[in-house]
C-alpha cells in the first residue's frame, strides 16, 4: 500500500439513487472506515470542527480508537460538516486514485442524506435553505423596508434567537425590492459576440437567489464590466435556486425538482450560443461540480456543465486571448482577499486576484483560509461561535493588512469577515472593485 498520494485528485459520481447509499448499516461501515483512516492522519485537523470533532470522540473513547466511539455520536462529526470541500481538494492524501478511495465530503453528504430522510430538519434549516421564498417575500416593496428595520433592532434579534436559534449577533442579508434583475435590464443592450478561447463572447448570468434579491448591485457592475470588455450579457431570464442550500442539509428530493427546474432553461441558453456564468461561487460549483456528479449521464447537465464559468475565470480567458480592456483610469491601492472555499476548488487558480492585479497601483493580498460562513452555520445559534473560530486567522491577517479595499468572491463569506475586523467596514464582491478601477 502506498503511504498517500501525490496524484491529483478524482472524484467518483454520487451514487445517490442506488438501494446501497441508503442503508444505515452500509453508511455506519464506511463511515467507521473512513474516520480510522483520518484519525490514523489528522491533516485536516485545522480546516473546520469536523475534524476536531472526531479526534475528540477518539481520544475520550475507552479504547482511544475509533471503535470505540460509540455509532450513535458519528453525527456529531456530520453535523459540523458544510460541505467546503477543502479537505479533499487540498489536505487529503488518501482521495482516489488512493485505493483507500477517501471522499469525506462526499460520505457527509451520504449522512445528511440518509438523516435528511429518516428524520427531516427543524423547521429552521428547512426555511434558511429556502432561499427563493424566504429572500422573495422579505423584498416585497414595503416588507423589504420592515424587515431590514427589524433585523437591525437588538432587542428583536435577541427574539429571533430564543424562538428559532439564530444567533443575534450573526449578520443577516439586507433586502431589496429594486433586484439584480430589475436593475439590470435597463443597462442591457446588445454587442456583437466576439469569441476568444473558450469563450463565445455571449454571456448570461445566472443571477442567484442571493444576488437577486440581497446583493443587487452585483446585476449593474456585472453588465457594465462585461459590455465594457466587448462582452454581450444578459440575465437568465428565469431561474430558481441552484440547490446549494438543500445539498448542504442532505435534502437531495429538493435538490433533484430543482435541477429539473433549471437544467433545461440553462441548456436552451447554451445552445443558444450562451456561455453562463453567476456572481457566487457556490451556485458555480454546484453546476460546475455537484450536479455533475448526482447526474453523471445527463447530457444536459454536462452540456451546462461546460459553459459555466466563474466570473473572473471568464475574464482571464479574454485576457489571455487579449480581449480584456487593461486601461484603468483607477487605482485600488491595498485589497485584502478571502478566495472562498467554492471558488478554491473549482481547480481554476486564483484569477479573481490576477485579474485586480492588472490594476496599476494595486496589491492584493490573497487569504487562502475559510470563513466558515457556509450561508447557513455561521447564522445557526449552535454553530455560529464555531464559524468565529474558523474565520478568525483570516480576520487577524486583514487586520494586519489594513487594506483600503476588503473582497471576497462570496459576498456572505466577506459581509462575516467585515462584520469580524476591525480594520474594514465592508466587503465588496470583485466585479464591484473592477468597475471602480474602470471608473464605471
Known amino acids: ?42 491533516r485536516c485537523v485545522s480546516l473546520c470542527e469536523a475534524f476536531p470533532t472526531l479526534f475528540d470522540l477518539v481520544d475520550e473513547s475507552d479504547t482511544m ?16 460538516c458544510y460541505l467546503c470541500d477543502l479537505c479533499y481538494m487540498t489536505k487529503c492524501p488518501y482521495v482516489p486514485p488512493h485505493e483507500w ?54 432587542a428583536v434579534r435577541k427574539g429571533l434567537q430564543a424562538s428559532v436559534g439564530i444567533h443575534h449577533q450573526a449578520p443577516v442579508p439586507a433586502f431589496h ?23 463565445s463572447g455571449k454571456l448570461a448570468l445566472y443571477a442567484t437567489c442571493y444576488g437577486n434579491y440581497a446583493n443587487p448591485h452585483l446585476g449593474e457592475d456585472f453588465v457594465k464590466v462585461f459590455q465594457h470588455n466587448g462582452v454581450h450579457i444578459d440575465v437568465v431570464p428565469k431561474e430558481q435556486c441552484c440547490g446549494m442550500p438543500k445539498l448542504e442539509l442532505g435534502d437531495l428530493d429538493s435538490v433533484n425538482a430543482l435541477k429539473e427546474a433549471n437544467i433545461p432553461r440553462l441548456a436552451a441558453l447554451v445552445d443558444q450560443g450562451y456561455d453562463l456564468t453567476a456572481p457566487i461561487p457556490s451556485c458555480v460549483l454546484m453546476y460546475k461540480q455537484e450536479l455533475p456528479l448526482l447526474y453523471p449521464d445527463d447530457a444536459d447537465v454536462k452540456k451546462v ?22 486601461e484603468f ?20 487558480g486564483l484569477k479573481t486576484r490576477d485579474v485586480l492585479a492588472l490594476v496599476p ?13 457556509d450561508g447557513t ?29 476588503f473582497t471576497s468572491d462570496c459576498p456572505m463569506a466577506g459581509t462575516h469577515i467585515a462584520n469580524l475586523a476591525e480594520s474594514v467596514e465592508q466587503a465588496h464582491h470583485p466585479m464591484t472593485l473592477l468597475r471602480m478601477a474602470y471608473g464605471l
Open 101 to 154: 478511495n477517501v471522499d469525506f465530503p462526499h460520505l457527509m453528504l451520504r449522512a445528511k442524506a440518509v438523516k435528511f430522510r429518516a428524520e427531516g430538519a427543524p423547521l429552521r434549516d428547512r426555511v434558511l435553505t429556502s432561499t427563493d421564498k424566504v429572500f422573495r417575500a422579505a423584498s416585497i416593496p414595503l416588507v423589504d423596508i420592515t424587515v431590514n428595520a427589524l433585523n437591525g433592532v437588538g
Open 65 to 80: 480508537e475509533v471503535d470505540g466511539v460509540d455509532k450513535a455520536d458519528y453525527g456529531a462529526v456530520v453535523d459540523q
Open 329 to 348: 483610469p483607477n487605482a485600488l491601492g491595498s485589497v485584502a482577499y478571502q478566495v472562498a472555499c467554492h471558488q478554491r476548488v473549482q481547480n481554476i
Open 361 to 373: 497601483g494595486t496589491e492584493i493580498a490573497a487569504q487562502e483560509r475559510c470563513s466558515g460562513h
Open 1 to 42: 500500500m502506498r503511504e498517500g498520494s501525490l496524484e491529483a485528485p478524482t472524484r467518483h459520481p454520487v451514487d445517490w439513487q442506488s438501494a446501497e447509499f441508503w442503508e444505515r448499516q452500509s453508511l455506519d461501515e464506511e463511515l467507521e472506515r473512513v474516520y480510522d483512516i483520518c484519525h490514523g492522519c489528522r
Open 377 to 405: 452555520y455561521a447564522v445557526k445559534l449552535e454553530t455560529h461561535e464555531k464559524s468565529v473560530k474558523i474565520a478568525r486567522p483570516v480576520v487577524r491577517k486583514v487586520d494586519q493588512v489594513q487594506p483600503d479595499h
Open 305 to 326: 456543465q461546460a459553459a459555466f464559468f466563474d466570473p473572473f475565470e471568464y475574464l482571464w480567458l479574454r485576457h489571455k486571448g487579449g480581449a480584456l480592456q487593461t
Open 177 to 199: 425590492s429594486k433586484t439584480l434583475r430589475k436593475r439590470a435590464a435597463p443597462l442591457l443592450r446588445e454587442i456583437a459576440a466576439r469569441p476568444v478561447g473558450e469563450t
